[in-house]
């Protein structure tokens, strides 16, 4: 009986979610949608919504990992020669530092697979 429930909460969240699009064009005239992010200066297209996502995220995580370095430094002072405490504290800077090389590295490949797109003349 679960099941069932869970099928016709699945099927109801469908209906709920494409309701929109059937009554496009109902009328027999042509309907056009209108891009809710667009307008003058807004996302067009996929890499500029890619790129202010990413956008968005480095102005977040930018302050939390000068904060987590700062924080790492705190744990190798409070260490004091402790080995097993060292080891916590260079593992935090080690994450720390791969954190930010795969934030740098996400926005580096964005930019880069968005201008070869844009050269090959096919744009998205």
Known sequence: ????F????????LGILFLPFEFLGADGQITQLNN?????????????LINSILGVIIIIAAPLAI????????LFVKARGNPEKLKEARNTLMWTIIGIIVLLGAQLLST??????????TGV
Request: net charge positive; charged share 5%; aromatic share 10%.
């Open 67 to 74: 904060l987590a370095i700062i924080y790492s430094g705190f």
């Open 112 to 121: 880069v697979i968005s201008g070869t797109i844009t050269s090959l003349g």
């Open 36 to 48: 809710p992010l667009g307008g003058s200066g807004g996302v067009n297209t996929i890499s500029q």
């Open 6 to 13: 869970n099928k016709v909460q699945y099927l109801i969240i």
């Open 1 to 4: 009986m679960q099941k069932f």
